[in-house]
């Protein structure tokens, strides 16, 4: 089974601290993504990436950066945290399947932030 | 315009019932489609992959409509298990996935 694992379930943090979402994946997948999921707006794209080292901004990267040094696992980084930060984040990955159509998207558990 | 747009509901129906979501999607370019289950603060997993015409699995089954640019999910026989919020992705050789903002269901005793 796909596995993908995400470091914590639950944090709460000061406005203003520098935070790190990690997020693991175990199948090799080329494509991993970084989603908030907040009620009524549904799951927004922050950023995604392709590769090592590769990144593409989503629909609401402001306020946010990621890392990718190695292929199973893809950094969310609140550069300063602010309580409209305050959300459900996912973490995804995929691979490309035949005919380089996008396989189904693989989640992991998520994190609840509570920005204080 | 959204991506992919779905009714909000919520949807309560009786335990047995028939129930049918749809999902319409603006990209013609478009090439594959899901549908997701997510439970109340829980992850999305995924219910059943679209590539062609259409899918079938159990109680579940998933129709898409290329030239009206619709995806629908039938759910027969509903249980009270299968309340939860259904979401529909479309995605298409790029590497993005579109998601609608879910459907709810009650399934009612």
């Known amino acids: 089974d796909v596995k993908v694992t995400q470091s914590s379930r639950y944090l709460v943090k000061r406005t203003g601290e520098k935070v790190f979402l990690e997020c693991v994946q175990d199948m090799d997948h080329e494509n991993m993504f970084w989603y908030r999921q907040d009620p009524g707006l549904g799951l927004r794209l922050i950023y995604f990436?392709?590769?090592?080292?590769?990144?593409e901004k989503g629909d609401i990267p402001e306020g946010y950066s990621v890392s990718r040094e190695k292929k199973e696992r893809f950094s969310l980084i609140l550069e300063s945290a602010s309580t409209n930060q305050t959300s459900m984040y996912l973490c995804?990955?995929?691979?490309f399947g035949q005919g380089d159509l996008n396989t189904e998207a693989f989640f992991g558990q998520g994190t609840r932030l509570t920005v204080v | 315009r959204k991506e992919v747009e779905q009714d909000p509901g919520p949807f309560n129906v009786p335990e047995g019932a028939t129930v049918a979501f749809n999902c319409t999607y603006s990209?013609?370019?478009?090439?594959?489609f899901f549908w997701y289950r997510q439970d109340c603060r829980k992850e999305p997993k995924l219910l059943m992959s679209?590539?062609?015409s259409g899918n079938e699995d159990g109680r579940f089954t998933a129709q898409l409509n290329r030239a009206s640019q619709y995806i629908s999910l039938l759910i027969r026989d509903s249980k009270l298990s299968d309340s939860a919020t259904y979401l529909c992705?479309?995605?298409?050789?790029?590497?993005?996935?579109?998601f609608g903002t879910g459907t709810s269901l009650t399934v009612i005793p």
């Open positions: 990209n013609s370019a478009s090439q594959s």
């Open positions: 990436s392709y590769d090592v080292k590769m990144k």
């Open positions: 995804a990955s995929s691979f």
């Open positions: 992705v479309a995605t298409n050789t790029g590497n993005q996935f579109y």
């Open positions: 679209v590539y062609s």
